[in-house]
Every structure is written in structure tokens, then in C-alpha cells.
């Protein structure tokens, strides 16, 4: 247990989750509005009194029903990046991407799950003439529009999958990829009138799937904060087949501690960390387009699930288990979540490897430093 887990939990709020947990949110909205505690924070100054924040934005998402799907209307998750300890943690997580690209002499780079892309636009842009060619693989069809702009402002080659990782490496990516910067037409599918064409469209799909995964590797295979997103038992069916597409996978997490899913201490996490959140944004955008949906979702069994945290330890294990080797955890930054770690790993045990590389700071899961073994 790390030692945040020590600050008292707001009771009521952790009634109220355990009364989600149960399928009960009306029996959770009623104690977050009990008359035991009348005063809910006003939410101006972002923050209020010990667990009155996190409570009146709780009660205020679950009262109003409002939209789960957190990536499909981006507009809280982008004012959640731009802010509080996210500034920090997308510097560091770029300045470890740009690491990676050099490190490794990356030419080609797979992103899975690239968000509106600032981490890896960044990082590749950060480069120069040495950045590497892009592949940004993202369901989210508002934060790939914002992707594919970043990367045209950057200069950038890149290439965008409207896909989930998985749609991607089973070769469906369903809008086919699009190079903002031509060599493959951005055009697919429009006539010059600006209408649809069956035929041009059938060819950029083609060419899309072509581009998912038959064949082809990438120097590199990465995923910020994305990977989480998906459930345990898929995401090391994904991760295994990662291992046809790059010899090198990069993946930006959090450590979080490991739980009795929803049991008492998981719902204290909770109401501990969340608190924390709220306290880094005003206003109620954050709180309810993006931060109750993804607290909501991780507690009641009814709603749409955003994510599954695990430990760094169960992240390398995972990996090994999807049969990469080389596994190596480093701490990234502090977050209110947990603690950002990188996680990367080896398709095949590299045969050389070079001592001084930034690589050898990392440390294999069982405490070996990187490349003390062939
Ligand atoms: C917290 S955001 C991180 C975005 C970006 N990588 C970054 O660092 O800013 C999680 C992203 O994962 C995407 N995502 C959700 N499910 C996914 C899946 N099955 N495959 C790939 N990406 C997924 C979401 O649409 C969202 O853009």
C-alpha cells in the first residue's frame, strides 16, 4: 500500500460508492444529499471543504444522467489534459517518448490510442528532421481530427486509424488509414464535387487495411494512458499480438495499487484520489464530462467501464505473459491517480546492448538493471 493511502476517506462518499457498487444509485444520490451533510462545496475555488467537492459533483453527475462516453464528446477530457498535474505529467511523458525515438533511432512509430495526439506529436516533433513516420491508431473520431491537425501544424508524416487497437491489429480499421501529408490519398472516397464515391471509397478502405497490420512492423510500438482502456483478459490478447508489428513496445501507465475490485479498500482509493482531482480544476466541466464518469464507471456494474488499472508489477507481468522479454518498469512522475510509470519490453532479448543507453537505467521487474543479461 503506498503510503497516500493513508489520508482519512470522506465516510459518506464512500457510502454512496459502496451503494453504487451495488447497483443502488438512488440509495447513493440520497447519501450524498442526506441532510448529514448539508453543505455541499461550492464549486469556485477548486476546492471546499474535506469530501464536500467530491460529493456535490457526484451527486450532481448521477442526478443529471449525464453522457458516459468520455472520448466520443472530448470537450471535459481535453480541458482535463490542459490542466492541473497533467501539464507535468504530458512533459514528462513526451520528454520519455522523444527518449524512446532516439534511443532506439526510431523510424517508424505505431501509437496506439493517441488521444488528440499531444504526446506523440510532440515527442516526434521534438526531432527534427530525425522524426520518426507515425501511425496513430484512436477510435475517437474528434480526438483523431485533432491528431491529424497536430500533425499536419507539426509537419509531421503520420497516418490516422480510426480504430480501437483491437479493430487495427485485426486488420478492420473501418475509415481506412489517411496520410494528412499525401503519398496515400487523404481523399479516399470523395469525388472533386465533394460527394461520396463507392469505388474510390472501397479503395481507400483497402488500402486502410493494408496498413492495419498485414506485414507491415514499426520501429516502435507504443501506448500513452491508453491500454488501461481496455479489459485485462483482451489487453493480453492485444499485447501478444504486438509482437508482430515492432520489436520494441513503450507503454505510459499508472502504478496503481492492487485491489479487491470494488471491495472497501478500492472504494477508499477512490474517494480519496478523486478528491484530490477535483481539487486541481474549478468549475464543473472536468468533474462531470470526464472525472464522474470514469469514477462512476469503475464502481457501478450498470454503467460503461472507461477503465481497468493494475499495478506496474502486474503490467510487466502481463507483458511476459503476452511473451515479451526484457521487461523494464521505471517511475515517470507523480500524479493525484498514482504514480506514472513506463513500461517497455523486447519482442526477441536484444543481442547487443549498449551499457550506457537510457535503456540500461531502467530496472527489469526482478531488480536487475536493463541488459545485465544477454
Ligand atoms: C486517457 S486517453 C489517452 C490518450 C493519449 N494516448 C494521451 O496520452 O493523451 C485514452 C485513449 O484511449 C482511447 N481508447 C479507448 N479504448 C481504446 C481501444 N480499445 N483501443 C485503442 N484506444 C482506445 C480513447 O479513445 C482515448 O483517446
Not at 471546499?48 to 444522467?65: D, I, K, N, T
Not at 511523458?93 to 506523440?120: F, I, P, W
Not at 508489428?245 to 496503481?256: P, Q, R, S, Y
Not at 477512490?270 to 469503475?298: D, H, I, N
Amino acid at each position: 500500500m503506498t503510503s497516500s493511502m493513508s489520508g482519512s476517506a470522506d465516510d459518506v462518499m464512500v457510502r454512496a460508492l459502496t451503494e453504487l457498487a451495488a447497483c443502488r444509485p438512488g440509495d447513493a444520490l440520497a447519501t450524498l444529499t442526506s441532510g448529514s451533510h448539508p453543505e455541499p462545496a461550492t464549486p469556485t475555488s477548486g476546492g471546499g471543504p474535506a469530501g464536500g467537492r467530491l460529493r456535490h459533483e457526484l451527486a450532481g453527475y448521477l442526478a443529471a444522467r449525464h453522457d458516459s462516453r468520455v472520448y466520443e464528446h472530448p470537450t471535459a477530457f481535453r480541458a482535463f489534459i490542459d490542466g492541473g498535474g497533467n501539464v507535468e505529467l504530458y512533459r514528462a511523458t513526451t520528454a520519455q517518448l522523444a527518449a524512446a525515438y532516439r534511443e532506439l533511432d526510431a523510424r517508424t512509430v505505431l501509437d496506439l490510442g493517441s488521444g488528440d495526439g499531444r504526446a506523440v506529436v510532440a515527442a516526434a516533433a521534438s526531432l527534427g528532421d530525425r522524426a520518426p513516420r507515425l501511425d496513430l491508431v484512436e477510435p475517437s473520431a474528434a480526438l483523431l481530427a485533432d491528431a491529424s491537425a497536430a500533425t499536419r501544424a507539426a509537419g509531421l508524416t503520420a497516418r490516422t486509424h480510426q480504430a480501437t487497437a483491437q479493430e487495427f491489429l485485426a486488420g478492420q480499421d473501418p475509415q481506412g488509414g489517411q496520410d494528412p501529408q499525401g503519398g496515400h490519398d487523404p481523399q479516399a472516397g470523395q469525388d472533386p464535387q465533394g460527394g461520396q464515391d463507392p469505388l474510390a471509397e472501397a479503395a481507400g478502405r483497402c488500402r486502410g487495411l493494408l496498413a492495419g497490420s498485414a506485414g507491415r512492423r514499426w520501429d516502435l510500438v507504443e501506448a500513452t494512458f491508453a491500454l488501461h482502456a481496455i479489459a485485462p483478459a483482451e489487453r493480453t490478447e492485444v499485447l501478444a499480438a504486438l509482437r508482430g508489428l515492432a520489436d520494441t513496445v513503450l507503454i505510459v501507465e499508472f502504478d496503481v495499487p492492487e485491489f479487491d475490485d470494488r471491495g472497501p479498500a478500492h472504494l477508499t482509493y477512490l474517494a480519496q484520489r478523486y478528491e484530490r482531482g477535483l481539487a486541481e480544476y474549478e468549475g464543473s466541466l472536468v468533474a462531470r464530462g470526464f472525472l464522474m464518469p470514469v469514477l462512476v464507471g469503475q464502481v457501478d456494474p450498470g454503467r460503461v467501464r472507461q477503465t481497468w488499472e493494475q499495478p506496474a508489477a502486474r503490467w510487466a507481468e502481463q507483458l511476459q505473459e503476452a511473451g515479451w522479454h526484457d521487461v523494464t518498469v521505471a517511475p515517470l512522475a507523480d500524479h493525484w491517480w498514482a504514480p506514472a510509470i513506463v513500461v517497455t519490453a523486447r519482442a526477441l532479448r536484444p543481442r547487443v546492448v549498449r551499457p550506457d543507453s537510457a535503456l540500461s537505467r531502467w530496472r527489469r521487474q526482478d531488480g536487475r538493471p536493463y541488459g545485465s543479461s544477454p
